[in-house]
């Protein structure tokens, strides 16, 4: 049973920074990749980021590009996605998701497996 626990939401100010992690258990991880998400009130689910489990390859939504940076911990299985610069529009409920396969995916159709979410509130 694939299970993902985020963790580091909170308030901040803008232009400041918060790390999110996500812990997965339950599988081999090598062969999948991990994104975070976010999902503001009234809108839809988007994607933020997105790293590749074995390779390591990225990719980030232009609106956080320069601004956030997503890595992982192997031995940890963890996968974390450092914020900076943060702005008022950053504030969102933000999922960590896992799919199997290597391949990018920024739909969050394409995600098997999703977290319960942590609330990021960035005030001006």
């Known amino acids: 049973q694939v299970q993902l626990v985020e963790s580091g939401g909170g308030l901040v100010q803008a232009g400041g920074s918060l790390r999110l992690s996500c812990a997965a258990t339950g599988r081999t991880f090598s062969n999948y990749a991990m994104a975070w998400f976010r999902q503001a009130p009234g809108k839809e689910r988007e994607f933020v980021a997105v790293?590749?489990?074995?390779?390591?390859?990225?990719y980030y939504a232009d609106s956080v590009k320069g601004r956030f940076t997503i890595s992982r911990d192997n031995a940890k299985n963890t996968v974390y996605v450092q914020m900076s610069s943060l702005k008022p529009e950053d504030t969102a409920v933000y999922y960590c998701?896992?799919?199997?396969?290597?391949?990018?995916?920024?739909?969050?159709?394409?995600?098997?497996?999703w977290g319960q979410g942590t609330q990021v509130t960035v005030s001006s």
């Open positions: 998701a896992a799919r199997l396969g290597s391949v990018v995916q920024t739909s969050r159709n394409e995600y098997q497996y």
């Open positions: 790293i590749t489990w074995r390779s390591g390859s990225t």
